[in-house]
């Protein structure tokens, strides 16, 4: 076994590969750009070593510089972990040319595997079924249009080097197909640094499928049953669940005979993840990933096994630990990725810090894997992910309670997220009848705002810990007392609090054992901070309050209410409408200005497309009008809030003609 691996990533997989390995004596060696110098992975390993700037083309992407700090260090073996250059055959090709083993699959599996149109036509030979599609190597956009046509529409366009969704565009009619080829060509270069694409029939009712399978370097290989990942927004992946709800033994036979030989026509080794797409009774090939996938906790749950400790095992040249007829599938697991996304703007990467972080408490059936901690900063350069909460349960049933209920004790202010969105999934009807394709979202949850209507108590816990100087929860500080103290009068003290756009006030009274009387709309309560939250008239209620200057934010049942203290003394300054301007939802780089100066537009031009978190953005016109300025180029940094388009004046008298 070896004695010291470095990992060749950063976030909740580097930190996860660190538990294993110091589980099994193993030390570890972190790699990190500037932005992540005081980051959690860098943090638990023995130690880290700096590769570069933050961008991840500067850094964890730049294989030799991995490689030289590996040399460094004195690891023996290097683990890609997912995403960056986990699936890069050349990486694997250099570590074993400057002696290290890369925990992975052979670079011949991932070369075969890597483009998606190779790997089909490799499976057609191997008799595995593939959906309708044009998988060749010609991009000219005429043919790729042409097959289009033959395959019939609606039909899906993917990056054939990629994952994740990226390179992805779902294409209606043939007047769609050529500006859905060009962004998906474009975000495919940006993520993969390759812009070829494979067109398929895209199925209107699917479910998303996979196998997880584990090879030896001995030619064993294994199924470790299937997880189902059909829950997806934008072609990525929000839940996974292990097993497949309605799954029969028969299908999961032929699913996981199908899996492993699909790894064995390319010799594969290690851990790796084939996916197939189901509908009605057949399934079709789509990819195989190489390389452990984000969701592997789901079958971790299922079979009690450490998939990481498997690869470091194989790697090291062991045989596979159990045999196919002595993995046991027990019990449900479920997997929610928890996201920094705004809902308000169609769920983009939210970028800011973590100023509250509280997560549920982990156990045998609720775990978190995660690589942030309160204070950290959720920056533009890599994806937005805060955590994966798993849970398990003896049944579906029992697994889908526990999350609902640990969802409720997330916790975060500071960035929006996708908590409220991940709720409304858990407590759907479909879902907990388990009637799930790839199309739930849309056909079944309706977005939700991130924050929540303040009600009175989170306007009491929020006033108490004004009053306080504390949190509801946290004792309080008997040396900073704001008791509203006055001689021969009761005294009492009026705090205003506004919540969008509405301002209330509340009129406290001091009271005894640090208790207050506090009046809100004409209601008054007998109110003190309790252990875990506040005391109302004697009932406790649970909420935490977290503040960043005069910005409060009360967390009841995991939503947030957000209120501003109002200086009585300053008046509310008036906002303007902004439709004379286009800015940066996000910082993120431009790759197409679609307009000039002078142009005339229309509400809902595409005005100029921006490229932040491996995603593209498409930024349209607020309203009719003239383009007075494009401010910036092709290829440009943006920060968020900056003004990229500028409108030109209107005529005098036109806005009322």
Not at 32 to 52: F, K, M, Q, T
Not at 226 to 232: A, F, G, L
Not at 516 to 537: E, I, K, M, Q
Not at 602 to 617: D, H, N, Q, R
């Amino acid at each position: 076994m070896f004695r010291k691996i470095l990992i060749a990533n950063r976030g909740e997989i580097a930190c996860r590969v660190i538990a294993t390995a110091r589980r099994m004596g193993i030390a570890t060696v972190a790699v990190y750009s500037e932005a992540d110098a005081n980051a959690r992975h860098v943090a638990l390993a023995d130690e880290a070593w700096p590769i570069g700037a933050s961008p991840a083309r500067e850094s964890y992407l730049v294989g030799d510089r991995i490689i030289e700090a590996a040399k460094q260090s004195g690891a023996e073996a290097i683990h890609p972990g997912y995403g960056f250059l986990s699936e890069n055959a050349d990486f694997a090709d250099a570590c074993a040319a400057a002696g290290f083993v890369f925990i992975g699959p052979p670079a011949s599996a991932i070369r075969a595997m890597g483009s998606k149109s190779a790997a089909k036509t490799l499976m057609e030979k191997a008799g595995v079924p593939l959906v309708p599609g044009y998988h060749g190597d010609d991009q000219d956009p005429a043919l790729l249009a042409s097959e289009a046509e033959r395959i019939g529409y609606p039909v899906l366009i993917k990056a054939s080097a990629g994952g994740g969704g990226k390179g992805m565009r779902v294409v209606e009619s043939a007047a769609e197909f050529p500006a859905a080829l060009g962004g998906a060509k474009r975000e495919a270069a940006a993520s993969f640094g390759d812009d070829r694409v494979l067109v398929e029939k895209y199925l209107t009712r699917p479910r998303h499928i996979e196998i997880q399978v584990f090879f030896d370097t001995h030619g064993a290989g294994v199924s470790l049953f299937e997880r189902d990942c059909s829950i997806q927004r934008r072609h990525q992946k929000v839940l996974e669940e292990a097993p497949a709800p309605g799954m029969t033994s028969e299908r999961r036979k032929q699913m996981g005979d199908a899996a492993l030989a699909a790894a064995r026509a390319v010799g594969y080794a290690g851990a790796g993840t084939v996916e197939f797409i189901a509908e009605d009774e057949k399934f079709w090939f789509m990819e195989m990933n190489t390389r452990l996938q984000v969701e592997h906790p789901v079958t971790e749950g299922i079979t009690g096994l450490d998939l990481v400790e498997w690869q470091l095992r194989v790697a090291a040249g062991e045989h596979l630990p159990l045999t196919q007829d002595r993995i046991q599938l027990r019990g449900h697991a479920i997997e929610a990725r928890i996201y920094a996304e705004d809902p308000d703007r169609d769920y983009l990467p939210s970028i800011g810090t973590l100023a509250h972080l509280r997560q549920p408490e982990t156990s045998a059936d609720v775990r978190v894997d995660t690589g942030v901690r309160q204070g950290d900063a959720i920056a533009p350069y890599y994806d937005p992910m805060i955590a994966k909460l798993i849970v398990w349960g003896p049944d579906r049933d029992a697994a889908a309670r526990r999350l609902a209920s640990t969802l409720r004790d997330y916790e975060v202010v500071g960035v929006s997220t996708n908590l409220a969105l991940l709720r409304a999934i858990v407590s759907a009807p479909a879902f907990l009848s388990a009637d799930l394709d790839t199309g739930f979202i849309g056909r079944h949850i309706r977005p939700e705002p991130d924050t929540a209507e303040p009600d009175a108590v989170s306007m009491v816990a929020v006033a108490l810990t004004l009053l306080d100087g504390s949190r509801p929860g946290e004792p309080a500080d008997p040396w900073d007392v704001a008791d509203s103290f006055r001689v021969n009068l009761e005294g009492w003290r009026e705090i205003q609090l506004r919540f969008g756009g509405t301002t209330r006030t509340v009129r406290a009274s001091p009271g005894p054992d640090i208790a207050y009387r506090l009046t809100v709309d004409g209601h008054a309560w007998a109110a003190r901070a309790v252990p875990g939250g506040v005391s109302l008239d004697g009932i406790s209620h649970r909420v935490s309050v977290a503040r960043r200057g005069d910005e409060l934010t009360a967390i009841r049942d995991g939503r947030n209410a957000v209120f501003e203290v109002v200086d009585p003394l300053v008046p509310l300054g008036a906002k303007g409408s902004g439709d004379d301007r286009v800015v940066a939802p996000i910082p993120a780089r431009v790759t197409q200005v679609l307009v000039a100066e002078g142009d005339v537009v229309t509400k809902g031009t595409p005005l100029i497309v921006l490229e932040a978190m491996k995603m593209e953005i498409t930024l349209p016109s607020p309203r009719d009008g003239t383009i007075g300025v494009v401010r910036y180029a092709v290829g440009d940094m943006v920060e968020e809030g900056t003004d990229l388009v500028q409108f030109a004046a209107s005529p005098a008298g036109a806005e009322s003609a």
